[in-house]
């Protein structure tokens, strides 16, 4: 190989050295690469492949510095170990086997010039290629370059297509929830960021505490226990409780353990449980606040209960003043006239009559209690007559109902009345209602009582009013305003009358 001395000079076996060495340097990170896909398949063998390349361009590297450094024969010059080197560049030969057996069993073969550049690299091929070994150098160092370079940038670019060896730890690391690997007896194995953080907030060092003391400053810590208890009655993580602990700075953390006997090995979970914590103390809260309106609202059930019951006892009272007056003016008419069979038998028709009043159906139309009146004023003897007809809305013709009773009524017992004369009609759109009897006019001295006041109540309910005459005739006039769709049913029936 002295001939090599005559065919480069020394700036050119220093370039050679440089170039030898750096693609080494980038086939090593080549294979790093390599090395961190996770499930490729045949990596093992590409591998050590990639590895053994290295070791050609290694030797590659130091046949350049013998050169460069004028040491014939040539060596490795490692300092005070000198070996010669003709017999290293033996091993290429079995680097280019391997590299064919690749070749064959991957089906590329585009690698049969990578193996030609090895396999030229052995001491017969080298003493063949005798004057040519410094372009074969040339060559060599160029051809890997590109590729080494090529094998790089197509590992660079294609990561994303294969996970690599760390993506387990990179995704523990990016878990919200704490994961802790551990050995009792020993030290935490892998603890993510997480737990960290959440074993930091109850003053726990994981780099500088065994296992053993983790575990005591997470059970003594304040807090609470969750779950199952352990043999001797106390709960504990080991005993597949969980742990809840409450940090200075507010926080709330959530342990558990899960043991793996196969593999000797525990994890230790974390969970922050912060906002769960803050939930329930809002839910307790609303639940208290909840409870409270109850009580409250209870409370103003019963108090609307009670005013409810003193509404419908004057109504009771106003329903039986209405009622009871109406029948006991016929039943004090009655009784002046001679007691026989006919009259006793209407005397014991109008209690029952006045009884059934008093419990009767309120949801009966007007007209019909208006009929029920008439009915039983003419078993007295007593006549009313109605010109006109009573509105159909309900609440509007109860009141006029209510007032035709009471009139009825007063004009009976005060006036000696033998007939009623009612007169219902309109006025430019104003429900006009006449009450008048044959009766004696009242004197001056009467004063109103409760049966007009509960007129007028009755009216301003409905948004009308109430006007008596007393001269020449006692005569009630009622005003109201004409319920919708009452004016055209008005004027319709009084035409056909």
Same mark, same amino acid.
């Given at each position: 190989?002295?001939?090599?001395?005559?065919?480069?000079?020394?700036?050119?076996?220093?370039?050679?050295?440089?170039?030898?060495?750096?693609?080494?340097?980038?086939?090593?990170?080549?294979?790093?690469?390599?090395?961190?896909? $996770?499930?490729?398949?045949?990596?093992?063998?590409?591998?050590?492949? +990639?590895?053994?390349?290295?070791?050609? !361009?290694?030797?590659?590297?130091?046949?350049?510095?013998?050169?460069?450094?004028?040491?014939?024969?040539?060596?490795?010059?490692?300092?005070?170990?000198?070996?010669?080197?003709?017999?290293?560049?033996?091993?290429? !030969?079995?680097?280019?086997?391997?590299?064919? %057996?690749?070749?064959?069993?991957?089906?590329?073969?585009?690698?049969?010039?990578?193996?030609?550049?090895?396999?030229?690299?052995?001491? /017969?091929?080298?003493?063949?290629?005798?004057?040519?070994?410094?372009?074969?150098?040339?060559?060599?160092?160029?051809?890997?370059?590109?590729?080494?370079?090529?094998?790089?940038?197509?590992?660079?670019?294609?990561?994303?297509?294969?996970?690599?060896?760390?993506?387990?730890?990179?995704?523990?690391?990016?878990? /919200? &929830?704490?994961?802790?690997?551990?050995?009792?007896?020993?030290?935490?194995?892998?603890?993510?960021?997480?737990?960290?953080?959440?074993?930091?907030?109850?003053? %726990?060092?994981?780099?500088?505490?065994?296992?053993?003391?983790?575990?005591?400053?997470? +059970?003594?810590?304040?807090?609470?226990?969750?779950?199952?208890?352990?043999?001797?009655?106390?709960?504990?993580?080991?005993?597949?409780?969980?742990?809840?602990?409450?940090?200075?700075?507010?926080?709330?953390?959530?342990?558990?353990?899960? %043991?793996?006997?196969?593999?000797?090995?525990?994890? !230790?979970?974390?969970?922050?449980?912060?906002?769960?914590?803050?939930?329930?103390?809002?839910?307790?809260?609303?639940?208290?606040?909840?409870?409270?309106?109850?009580?409250?609202?209870?409370?103003?059930?019963?108090?609307?209960?009670?005013?409810?019951?003193?509404?419908? !006892?004057?109504?009771?009272?106003?329903?039986?003043?209405?009622?009871?007056?109406?029948?006991?003016?016929?039943?004090?008419?009655?009784?002046?006239?001679?007691?026989?069979?006919?009259?006793?038998?209407?005397?014991?028709?109008?209690?029952?009559?006045?009884?059934?009043?008093?419990?009767?159906?309120?949801?009966?139309?007007?007209?019909?209690?208006?009929?029920?009146?008439?009915?039983?004023?003419?078993?007295?003897?007593?006549?009313?007559?109605?010109?006109?007809?009573?509105?159909?809305?309900?609440? +509007?013709?109860?009141?006029?109902?209510?007032?035709?009773?009471?009139?009825?009524?007063? @004009?009976?017992?005060?006036?000696? @009345?033998?007939?009623?004369?009612?007169?219902?009609?309109?006025? &430019?759109?104003?429900?006009?209602?006449?009450?008048?009897?044959?009766?004696?006019?009242?004197?001056?001295?009467?004063? +109103?009582?409760?049966?007009? @006041?509960?007129? $007028?109540?009755?009216?301003?309910?409905?948004?009308?009013?109430?006007?008596?005459?007393?001269?020449?005739?006692?005569?009630?006039? %009622?005003?109201?305003?004409?319920?919708?769709?009452?004016?055209?049913?008005?004027?319709?029936?009084?035409?056909? $009358?």
């Amino acid at each position: 190989m002295t001939i090599l001395e005559h065919l480069l000079t020394e700036s050119q076996t220093l370039c050679l050295l440089a170039i030898f060495f750096l693609v080494s340097c980038a086939q090593i990170i080549s294979a790093g690469l390599l090395f961190n896909r $996770r499930r490729a398949d045949g990596i093992a063998l590409n591998l050590a492949y +990639e590895l053994l390349l290295c070791a050609h !361009l290694w030797l590659m590297g130091a046949l350049a510095n013998s050169i460069g450094h004028g040491w014939y024969p040539v060596t490795l010059g490692l300092w005070v170990i000198c070996p010669p080197l003709e017999p290293l560049f033996w091993l290429d !030969l079995p680097i280019a086997v391997f590299g064919t %057996v690749i070749c064959i069993g991957r089906k590329k073969p585009v690698m049969l010039l990578e193996i030609a550049f090895v396999m030229a690299a052995t001491p /017969p091929v080298m003493d063949l290629l005798g004057g040519y070994m410094g372009i074969y150098l040339i060559l060599d160092a160029a051809f890997f370059v590109f590729r080494t370079g090529s094998a790089i940038a197509y590992r660079v670019l294609t990561a994303e297509r294969f996970l690599p060896r760390s993506a387990p730890i990179d995704a523990m690391q990016g878990m /919200p &929830e704490g994961i802790a690997f551990i050995r009792r007896g020993c030290r935490v194995r892998f603890a993510n960021d997480a737990m960290r953080r959440m074993l930091a907030a109850i003053d %726990v060092s994981v780099d500088l505490s065994t296992v053993d003391e983790i575990i005591g400053k997470i +059970e003594a810590a304040p807090g609470e226990w969750l779950g199952r208890q352990s043999r001797q009655g106390e709960p504990s993580l080991a005993g597949g409780a969980k742990r809840v602990v409450e940090t200075p700075a507010g926080s709330f953390y959530q342990f558990a353990m899960s %043991v793996d006997a196969a593999k000797a090995e525990t994890i !230790l979970l974390g969970l922050d449980v912060t906002d769960e914590r803050m939930i329930q103390a809002e839910e307790r809260a609303l639940q208290a606040q909840l409870e409270s309106e109850r009580v409250a609202l209870g409370k103003l059930m019963d108090r609307i209960e009670g005013i409810a019951a003193k509404d419908a !006892l004057v109504k009771m009272r106003s329903k039986i003043h209405d009622v009871i007056g109406q029948r006991l003016s016929i039943l004090h008419r009655l009784l002046e006239e001679d007691p026989s069979r006919e009259r006793i038998a209407m005397m014991i028709s109008t209690v029952r009559d006045m009884m059934e009043d008093v419990n009767g159906d309120v949801d009966a139309s007007a007209q019909a209690k208006l009929d029920a009146i008439v009915e039983s004023f003419g078993f007295a003897g007593i006549e009313i007559e109605v010109d006109g007809v009573l509105p159909n809305a309900k609440r +509007e013709g109860d009141v006029l109902v209510g007032i035709i009773r009471e009139a009825s009524t007063n @004009a009976v017992l005060h006036s000696q @009345a033998n007939r009623v004369y009612v007169t219902i009609g309109q006025e &430019e759109g104003i429900l006009v209602m006449d009450v008048e009897s044959d009766g004696e006019p009242l004197g001056h001295e009467n004063e +109103e009582g409760t049966g007009i @006041a509960g007129m $007028r109540r009755a009216l301003a309910e409905v948004e009308g009013r109430l006007s008596i005459t007393k001269r020449p005739s006692y005569k009630l006039r %009622v005003e109201m305003r004409m319920p919708a769709g009452e004016d055209a049913r008005h004027a319709r029936e009084g035409r056909q $009358r």
